[in-house]
Structure formats: structure tokens, C-alpha cells
């Protein structure tokens, strides 16, 4: 696909977080390629722009176009997100978030629940208890996994590790005023919303609790007012892969310490060899509540 050349400075700007960059790229390709294009213009570069804005929400987007004007200050990593301990075994993978994506709010919860866990795992002695467990030499597979992430999208696949920690957004929808502008059903990609004749309504069967749709809503409309975690556990990766089951879907911080602590009890009366997944599926679930 060929570029011009505005397009290529126009897509330089783009106020897109750094990683997205090749992404956005594509992006613009698809959309030439369905007008039926065998080259990228600025008019196009503008469409993806609003996508991408759409997409990561006016709050990430207004940073990242002051810096690009030379106005804000350069997006930075959250280090305090990224999990690196050669010596433990135990591991806390971070969605994108990690990398400066979500919110603000989003990012200093998780922030919270990260230096929580790290907290509870090394007081618990969670290291010497998975070498205790383990039946062959000690590697990467010994470790004791969490992943956890700012939203259902899930992009570190929780429900693949040992223990699962899953930030949702309960939108709630208020008297404000819909203009129906119609900026939460191209959000939802669940279609969990419709319009009615007063404005939005939600199919909570549907809805993913992402907060999307709420994060733009112009009029205040769709709002977050409730933020919880949904715990899983006993997933797995490997030589039998094995899909994380949910211990609570709706909950505080405080309770996913509980549990937390709940499942390294049970990780204690376990026999070597065995794991969170293999303890869930002889005595259920309900021992880790």
C-alpha cells in the first residue's frame, strides 16, 4: 500500500500511544483498501485519528496530543506495573496498562492492587511454597501466576494463570439528558446498548462492564459509579491448559486479598505436584470464597 506524504507526517502525530503506532498504521491501510484505495491519504489519516480517539478516550488523547505539540510531558511507562523478580516464584503479569494505557483512576488502582499483592505473596512465603510443590527442577512453569488487568478486554489472558484479577466498571444511567449522539453504541462492541425513546439502555446480560461507553457520554447520561474486581482462578497455560473458573464476580480490593490469601491455605495442604487448578477441581471453587 502506498503512502503520501502528508499522510506519513500526519500519521508521525498521530496522537496515539507509541505501541498502537504500527496498529494505527493498519488501520489506515483497511480503510483505504475498503474505499477501494491503493494509497493512504491525509483525509484518511484524519479518520483514523478518530477512530483511535473514539477508542482510548479523550483523557489519553489530549495527552498525548500535547505532547506531540510540544506542550505535556512525554507518556511514560508505569514501572511500578512491571513485575521482575528472578528470584520469586511467583508472577504478576499487567495488561497494556503497564505501558500507559486506561485512565489515570484505572491506573492507580491497579498500581494499588499490585503493590497489595507483592505485599501479601512475600509475606506468605509464596517462593519456598512453590519450590515445596514443585517435582522437578525448578523453572518458569514452578511459579505461581497472576495476571491482572484494568478491563474485561483481558489482553494478558487471565483466565489462563493460577489466579485472575479483572477490573470492572459498573455503568449506571442517570436523568442527565441524551442527545443521542449515538458514541455509546459505536463503543459497545457487545451490542449490550440500545436507544429508546429517553436515551440508552443497557442489557446487563450483555454488558462487559468495560466502561466505554460511559468513559465520553457528552451529557453525563451513562456514568461510572461502582468499580470492583472479578476473581478467577485455577487457569493454566502448558502441557494441559485449562480455563480459569470465577470465585467472585463483582468485588472490593479487600476481598480479592482475601481470596488471595485463601488460595495460598489451600496451596499449603496441597500434595507436591499439585496446583490451584487441581485443588479447584477436586474440592470446587467454594474453598477459596
Known sequence: ????????????????????????????????????????????VKETEKIYAEFIGEEKTEQLRAFLAGTGPEPQLEDELFFDDPGALYHIDVCFTKYGENST??????????????????KENVTELMADLATVALHGASRFTVGMTGCPNCCVSPYLKD??????????????????????????????????????????????????CARDCPTGKLVVNERGFRVIAGGGSGRQPTIAVTVEDFTSKERVEQILKNAIAQLRKAQPGESLKTIIKREGVEVLR
Open 105 to 122: 483512576l484505572v491506573r492507580g488502582m491497579l498500581k494499588e492492587m499490585m503493590s497489595s499483592l507483592k505485599t501479601i505473596m512475600n
Open 163 to 212: 489466579f485472575g484479577i479483572i477490573r470492572l466498571h459498573r455503568v449506571d444511567i442517570t436523568d442527565a439528558e441524551c442527545t443521542r449522539c449515538g458514541s455509546c453504541l459505536t463503543m459497545c462492541v457487545d451490542n449490550a446498548i440500545r436507544l429508546g425513546d429517553d436515551g440508552p439502555v443497557i442489557d446487563r446480560t450483555k454488558c462487559a462492564q468495560c466502561e466505554l
Open 1 to 44: 500500500m502506498r503512502w503520501a506524504e502528508d499522510a506519513e507526517k500526519m500519521l508521525e502525530m498521530l496522537p496515539v500511544p507509541p505501541m498502537m503506532g504500527g496498529y494505527a498504521r493498519l488501520q489506515s491501510e483497511k480503510i483505504a483498501r475498503q474505499k477501494g484505495l491503493d494509497c493512504v491519504t491525509a483525509d484518511i
